[in-house]
Every structure is written in C-alpha cells, then in structure tokens.
C-alpha cells in the first residue's frame, strides 16, 4: 500500500517562471490538500480538492491555482514565481467525511526560486 | 478568525525529563485536535490525536490533554529520549465540516544528552 508520493523531489526555477507539482494520494484517499512550508515555520494550508474541485482556500494568491483528476491525483500550479515562494511544498490526502480527518503527508518538494 | 497559538517555539530538555508543548486556539467549532511530528527533512508525522469528547488520551510515552472550556491542548511527553528530537506542531481542524487545517508555528524540542 502505497504512501502520498510527490515529484519531484527538488526543484529549482527562475523568478516569473511557472512551475506544476504533482501529488498522489495514499490508497483510498479522495481529498488531497497542498500546503506551503517556509523554513522555520509551519505548513500554511493552499487549498483542498475533493471530487476535482477546490474545497477550501487558504490566503494565497490567485497565482496558485490546482486540479485534481479523476484518479484522485493533484497538481499544484504557481505562475509568476517570487523568490517568496520559494519553500517545502507538501500534499497530504484523507478521506472526505470520516470523524478525526487524519491527513498523511507526502514527502514534499523543495521549491527554490532564483 | 481561526488562528493556533503554540508555545514554547523552542524547547530544551534534559534526556530522561518530561517535555510539554502547548496550544491554543481561537475557532470553537473545532473538534479534532492532532499532534505532528516533523524530523529534520522528513514530512510531518501525526503521533497522537484527541477528539473533543474526551479530555486526556495517552499512548505509552505520549499523552494529550484538551480543555474545550479554555481552549487549550497539550502534548506531553514522558521519559524523553534523543530520538524525540524534532519539531512538534500542534493543529485545529474541522472535522465535522472536512475543513482546513490550521498549524501551529511549531516548536523545536531538543533532548539534551
């Protein structure tokens, strides 16, 4: 039984450029959720998809937009990119509905923006 | 405004001693109170978590105390040992309503040999 996966690992992108990051759920999961981690600080929530559309929105600039697929899988996509952004980008998935909302997390990508 | 207070941010304490991390939040609907770990370029690990209906859970070393009335949740943690050594981060969800998940800043614990 398979984890959240994440790709890439790392990666590394010049200011204004575009960049998509992709997420799997763990096996069974629908809701995958992306959060934005800076060094030092907590995950900071984006949004979460459910049945491919976005659920909730956290304070982040249109900038950052998602999808989901069918397969349940997620992409995150940032246009424009500020050095701001730079920061460990973390999925974690659940399952819509079920009491404690338990999350699992993917490995995460490191983001740099040079 | 739905926000998570978490203290202290950094936190050292002597191998073997007992370690307690606390929070509180500010949304009263929320219900589910999970602890997370994160090491060093790992992701976050959840290790132990509370439901409002209950005030206290424990799971050998680790326990979790709520107060509904206050506000507050904490993490302890009993007999410490090096391998605790990470940052701790406390959230307020909504499970009822499948909502986001406000994190705590996080706090740093060190286990001093």
């Known amino acids: 039984d398979a984890g959240v996966t994440q790709s890439p690992t790392h990666l590394i992108k010049t200011r204004g450029q575009q960049v998509t990051l992709r997420c799997s759920p763990k096996s069974g999961h629908d809701t995958v959720s992306w959060y934005q981690q800076a060094l030092g600080q907590g995950p900071q929530f984006i949004f979460q998809?459910?049945?491919?559309?976005?659920?909730q929105r956290g304070n982040f600039p249109d900038r950052f937009s998602g999808h989901q697929f069918p397969n349940y899988s997620s992409e995150l996509n940032v246009n424009a990119l500020l050095l701001g952004d730079s920061a460990l980008y973390l999925c974690?998935?659940?399952?819509?509905?079920?009491?404690?909302?338990?999350?699992?997390f993917g490995p995460g990508t490191r983001l740099t923006v040079t | 405004g739905e926000n998570v207070e978490q203290h202290p941010s950094t936190l050292s304490v002597q191998e073997g001693d007992s370690a307690v991390i606390k929070c509180t939040y500010s949304?009263?609907?929320?219900?589910?109170f999970p602890w997370y770990k994160q090491e060093l370029g790992k992701r976050p690990q959840l290790i132990i978590d509370?439901?409002?209906?209950?005030g206290e859970k424990k799971d050998q070393r680790i326990a979790v105390t709520l107060n509904k009335t206050a506000k507050h949740f904490s993490l302890h943690i009993t007999e410490t040992q090096p391998e605790d050594s990470a940052v701790y981060f406390c959230a307020a969800p909504r499970a009822d309503r499948d909502d986001k998940i406000i994190f705590g800043k996080g706090t740093r614990l060190h286990i001093l040999p």
């Open positions: 949304d009263s609907a929320s219900n589910y």
């Open positions: 509370i439901r409002s209906n209950v």
């Open positions: 998809y459910y049945e491919e559309e976005e659920r």
């Open positions: 974690a998935s659940s399952v819509v509905g079920l009491v404690g909302h338990e999350q699992y």
